[in-house]
């Protein structure tokens, strides 16, 4: 996970330096990428307001199956580029609050930064040129957030009659179009 590239304590011990580890933002556990950004408390709560909106229950046992949520649920492109701003929003404020607070004394607040993650979904959704699949679900999740929908375009329409056929004529349906037929 984060190819070992975020400077967590743990990251730095394993460099060999000498500290002790301690997660600064809930203050209970040795600091790694996975603790810190999915198993903290304080990170769990953020989480599970953020993913409200999206009608899910945060359970982070395997990454990857809540990565694809959006995908393996069928949504449009617009549920799916706000998923993904969702998560790459959650990781940057979680980053970005443990920095100021062990570097510059700045206590951290959920409700702010959920509202800075709100603010970054309206600015991905601004920007996104995504549509809905039309389901009443994905407006639900839209609404959560305070976004409209992009509809997908409807396909064209065209009326087609049928007319019965001459007296003593068989009128054949060869596009499959047949009355009783599923």
């Known amino acids: 996970f984060m190819h ?5 304590d743990s990251l730095l011990q394993d460099k060999g330096f000498a500290l002790a580890s301690m997660c600064s933002l ?30 899910v229950i945060s359970n982070f046992d395997d990454i990857m199956t809540f990565f694809t949520y959006p995908i393996r649920k069928g949504y449009g492109s617009q549920i799916q580029l706000l ?24 206590q951290p607040s959920i409700t702010d930064i959920v509202r800075l993650i709100n603010c970054q979904l309206l600015v991905i959704h601004s920007l996104s040129r995504g549509n ?6 994905e407006l639900c999740i839209l609404r959560a957030i305070g976004l409209s929908g992009h509809p997908a375009k409807s396909p064209r329409v065209i009326e087609v009659l049928w007319k019965p056929p001459s007296l003593h004529w068989v009128k054949v349906n060869t596009d499959g179009a047949a009355r009783g037929s599923p």
């Open 4 to 8: 070992g590239k975020i400077v967590t």
């Open 26 to 55: 809930c203050g209970s556990n040795v600091e790694t990428p996975r603790h810190l950004f999915f198993e903290c408390s304080f990170s769990h709560q953020v989480w599970s307001l953020c993913l409200n909106w999206f009608g």
């Open 132 to 137: 809905m699949k039309n389901f009443v679900e």
């Open 83 to 106: 998923w993904s701003g969702l998560i790459g929003a959650c990781l940057y404020c979680l980053w970005t609050t443990r920095n100021k607070l062990n570097f510059d004394d700045i």
